[in-house]
């Protein structure tokens, strides 16, 4: 009789798996927060990256952990991942890459710092969404949303996390997005 062991997942494998099942399910239900293993970019890092990703990251603080997963770094409109940290201006959303025509899904995921609970009340609709619903932002810079509408042109587009501690919020680029 043949018997097949399971494998047992390390710390570090449930950590990224938690992390990955957290950043899903916030694309699924746009606006929502989720709570990440551990606050910060790292467990995204490491449950998104691999040696076949291009990576931009504007904050170098990111760059060792980065690093380690093997993924190529890259400059911003050819990145599959961009992590631009705190946020100052808006500029960086006219170089990130939407895809094209025939690879849509080839458009990045674009991880940003932001507080959750306070600043200007947004107005989400679309897929996942009942409806609509409501989430505040902070820490985006001023024209924001504007510069994510003018790149959007679906099914191209790019995937948006918020960051805030150890908490996620998830805006794929399906959702219309209102400053109320």
Not at 70 to 75: H, K, N, S, T, V
Not at 109 to 129: N, Q, Y
Request: proline letters at 9%; aromatic letters at 8%.
């Amino acid at each position: 009789m043949l018997m097949l062991a399971t494998p047992t997942p390390s710390p570090a494998e449930t950590r990224d798996n938690t992390a990955f099942d957290a950043l899903l399910w916030t694309l699924s239900r746009p606006g929502l927060p989720r709570k990440l293993p551990e606050p910060g970019e790292g467990t995204i890092i490491t449950a998104l990256l691999d040696r076949e990703c291009l990576v931009y990251s504007a904050d170098p603080l990111l760059m060792p952990e980065i690093m380690r997963t093997g993924a190529e770094l890259a400059d911003i409109d050819r990145a599959d991942h961009v992590f631009l940290g705190a946020m100052t201006t808006s500029d960086p959303i006219a170089d990130i890459n939407i895809g094209s025509d025939f690879y849509p899904d080839a458009g990045a995921t674009v991880i940003i710092r932001a507080s959750f609970g306070s600043g200007p009340a947004l107005r989400l609709a679309g897929p996942g969404v009942d409806g609509a619903m409501s989430l505040q932002l902070d820490g985006l810079p001023d024209g924001f949303w504007k510069a994510r509408a003018a790149r959007l042109r679906y099914p191209m587009g790019f995937d948006l996390f918020f960051v805030d501690g150890a908490r996620v919020v998830g805006v794929p680029r399906s959702t219309t997005v209102e400053e109320v």
